[in-house]
C-alpha cells in the first residue's frame, strides 16, 4: 500500500533575519609600502588601482579554523544563542588547503556545536552571500531552526607576492552571521547566477595535481599554483554587470533605491564600488561600505566584514536597510536585500 512521506516544510514558513554578526580581524597590519618594495611600486600606484592603503594578514600560526572559530563565537554571542542551539554551519571559503575532508566540521565541533550538519561552499568572492540564502531557504523550508554562516579567507601560499596584478590586493580575514527565523522580513529575495564563459578570467592558473605531475617531471623549479586574475576583464566585467544585478535585488524586494540605507558590496576594489554607486544614483545618505581601504580584498570574508565596519563606525545601525552582493571567481555573484543586525559585542 502507499507510505506517505511526511513533508519538511513548516506548516507556514517562517522569514528569516540575520540575528548576530562577528567578525575576526587579524592584528597584523601590512602597509602598501611594505607590498611594493617587491612590485617595483608604490603605494600611490597600489592606492590608484585598488583604494587599498592597507591589509591584514594572518600571524603564520593562525590558522583558517582559528580565525572562522573567533568570528563564529563573536556572531553567537551577538545573536544569544549557544551550540546547542545550532543546527547546521555553512563554511564559505576558497583558502582551505585540503579537497578534503572539509574545514566546517572540525571547525563545528572546536565550537562545542555537536552533531550539526556542516559543508564547505567553494564560491569565492560570492561564498558568503551565497551561504546567507542557503541559510534562509533552509530556515524557511523547516529543515533547520538556525545556520551560522561563515565567510573566511587565510590566503597565505595562493598568493603570489612577486605578481604585479594580485599581490598587493589581498587580506586575510573571518566574518560569521547566525540565520534564524523572524516576525519580519530581514532577508529578501536573492539574485543569484554565474557566466561561465568567462570562466579563466580569475582563480588558479593550474590544478594542484597538474603541479605534481610537473615536479615529477622537472623537480623542485616547477612553480605551484597561485591565484591569478585578469584585473582589466574583470573590473569591465563588475562595471557593466554589477549594477544590473543591485537593481534586480531591489526590485525583487521591493526597494525602492531612495529607502537604501547602506550598499554592501564584496571589497574586491574600490574603483568598483565608486562606479557601481555612481550609476545606481545612491542617495546621499546611503552609507557606501569601503572596507577594502584598510582590510584589502577577504574574498568569501568580505561582506560581513564590511558588514561590522559600517555598524563600528556609526554609518549604519541596527534595522537600517542594506543591500549586499557578492562576485567573483566562476564568475559567480550573489545579491540579496537584508535589514543589519546589531553591532557585535
Given amino acids: 500500500m502507499p507510505v506517505d512521506i511526511a513533508p519538511t516544510q513548516t506548516p507556514t514558513l517562517p522569514h528569516t533575519a540575520i540575528l548576530g554578526l562577528g567578525v575576526y580581524r587579524p592584528g597584523k597590519v601590512v602597509t602598501n609600502d611594505e607590498i611594493a618594495v617587491r612590485l617595483n611600486s608604490s603605494d600611490e600606484w597600489i592606492q590608484q588601482r585598488s583604494g587599498i592603503r592597507s591589509r591584514r594578514y594572518c600571524e603564520e600560526e593562525e590558522t583558517l579554523f582559528d580565525i572562522s572559530v573567533a568570528a563564529a563565537q563573536q556572531a553567537m554571542k551577538s545573536a544569544g544563542v549557544g551550540p546547542e542551539d545550532i543546527d547546521c554551519l555553512v563554511l564559505a571559503t576558497m583558502t582551505h588547503q585540503f579537497i578534503t575532508p572539509a574545514a566546517a566540521p572540525l571547525i563545528a565541533t572546536q565550537l562545542g556545536i555537536e552533531n550539526a550538519a556542516a559543508f564547505d561552499l567553494i564560491n569565492a568572492c560570492a561564498g558568503f552571500c551565497a551561504g546567507l540564502t542557503l541559510a534562509s531557504d533552509m530556515v524557511r523550508a523547516g529543515t533547520m531552526r538556525k545556520v551560522l554562516v561563515i565567510g573566511a579567507e587565510k590566503f597565505g601560499d595562493l598568493v603570489d607576492m612577486d ?7 589581498f587580506g586575510d580575514g573571518a566574518g560569521a552571521v547566525v540565520v534564524g527565523p523572524s516576525e519580519d522580513v530581514g532577508i529578501g529575495p536573492t539574485v543569484w547566477g554565474s557566466d561561465g564563459t568567462n570562466w579563466t578570467m580569475l582563480g588558479q592558473d593550474k590544478g594542484f595535481f597538474d603541479w605534481a605531475r610537473e615536479v615529477q617531471e622537472v ?37 525602492p533605491i531612495e529607502d537604501l540605507d547602506a550598499l554592501i558590496l564584496h571589497q574586491a576594489n574600490g574603483r568598483i564600488t565608486e562606479a557601481v554607486a555612481r550609476m545606481l544614483n545612491v542617495p546621499d545618505d546611503c552609507t557606501v561600505a569601503n572596507d577594502i581601504v584598510e582590510q584589502g580584498n577577504t574574498s568569501a570574508a568580505s561582506v560581513p566584514l564590511a558588514m561590522e565596519g559600517v555598524l563600528r563606525d556609526g554609518t549604519a545601525k541596527p534595522g537600517d536597510v542594506a543591500l549586499l552582493i557578492g562576485f567573483g571567481a566562476g564568475l559567480t555573484y550573489t545579491a540579496q536585500v537584508v535589514k543589519l543586525p546589531g553591532v557585535p559585542q
Fill in 163 to 169: 605578481d604585479r596584478s594580485t599581490a598587493f590586493l
Fill in 219 to 255: 623537480g623542485r623549479e616547477a612553480k605551484r599554483p597561485y591565484f591569478t586574475m585578469n584585473g582589466p576583464a574583470l573590473f569591465r566585467w563588475a562595471v557593466g554587470s554589477v549594477e544590473k544585478i543591485c537593481r534586480e535585488a531591489l526590485d525583487r524586494a521591493k526597494v
